[in-house]
T-cell receptor, first 110, second 116 residues
Framework: GQSLEQPSEVTAVEGAIVQMNCTYQ??????LSWYQQHDGGAPTFLSYNALDGLEETGRFSSFLSRSDSYGYLLLQELQMKDSASYFCAVGTDSSYKLIFGSGTRLLVRP | DAMVIQNPRYQVTQFGKPVTLSCSQTLNHNVMYWYQQKSSQAPKLLFH???????NEADTPDNFQSRRPNTSFCFLDIRSPGLGDAAMYLC???????????????FGPGTRLTVL
């Protein structure tokens, strides 16, 4: 089967750095995406990695190791508004669809 | 602003009474998706269209149907809703579906379905 594993919850303090991991087992791999979803809201795209290494966009960075089937999302200078669920998702083939992980719920405390 | 619009935002239906959820997009994207999301779970893909080509997920119940009459609109029909179909239904689009840079999925705000 195809699966993505994410820790269910992470708590961190405002201003700190947090890393949220994602490991995947899929039959194919086209890239790893990250989406943010606030309670009651729609998922919004954060980042995408197709190749090994780190991609940085402002306070957000995403890392991928294809050999380890592993990636993470790094959030720096945490703000209260970062409290949300974060989903990793894998594109497994050319059929235009993503498989989503179960998500990590991030709680940022003052 | 270009966007993905879903109507209604909240829908209440009765057990077994057909219901239709709608999605429209102004992004002119080729691919449209319907996801079901239950509380604290990942979005679960029900089906997607590349242009007019329909792709059903193997585990999507026959109770769920979809129509895409044109590029801009897509509908989700639930023929006989059961209590287990209560969920948030998310519509999403992507330009070409490759999920690569510049081709992420854009989600609508969702329709929360309640089944009484």
């Amino acid at each position: 089967g195809q699966s993505l594993e994410q820790p269910s919850e992470v708590t961190a303090v405002e201003g700190a750095i947090v890393q949220m991991n994602c490991t995947y087992q899929t039959s194919g791999f086209y890239g790893l995406s990250w989406y943010q979803q606030h309670d009651g809201g729609a998922p919004t795209f954060l980042s995408y990695n197709a190749l090994d290494g780190l991609e940085e966009t402002g306070r957000f960075s995403s890392f991928l190791s294809r050999s380890d089937s592993y990636g993470y999302l790094l959030l720096q200078e945490l703000q209260m508004k970062d409290s949300a669920s974060y989903f990793c998702a894998v594109g497994t083939d050319s059929s235009y669809k993503l498989i989503f992980g179960s998500g990590t719920r991030l709680l940022v405390r003052p | 602003d270009a966007m993905v619009i879903q109507n209604p935002r909240y829908q209440v239906t009765q057990f077994g009474k057909p219901v239709t959820l709608s999605c429209s997009q102004t992004l002119n994207h080729n691919v449209m998706y319907w996801y079901q999301q239950k509380s604290s779970q990942a979005p679960k893909l029900l089906f997607h269209y590349y242009d007019k080509d329909f792709n059903n997920e193997a585990d999507t119940p026959d109770n769920f149907q979809s129509r895409r009459p044109n590029t801009s609109f897509c509908f989700l029909d639930i023929r006989s809703p059961g209590l287990g179909d209560a969920a948030m239904y998310l519509c999403a689009t992507s330009r070409d579906g490759t999920a690569g840079p510049g081709d992420e999925q854009f989600f609508g705000p969702g329709t929360r379905l309640t089944v009484l």
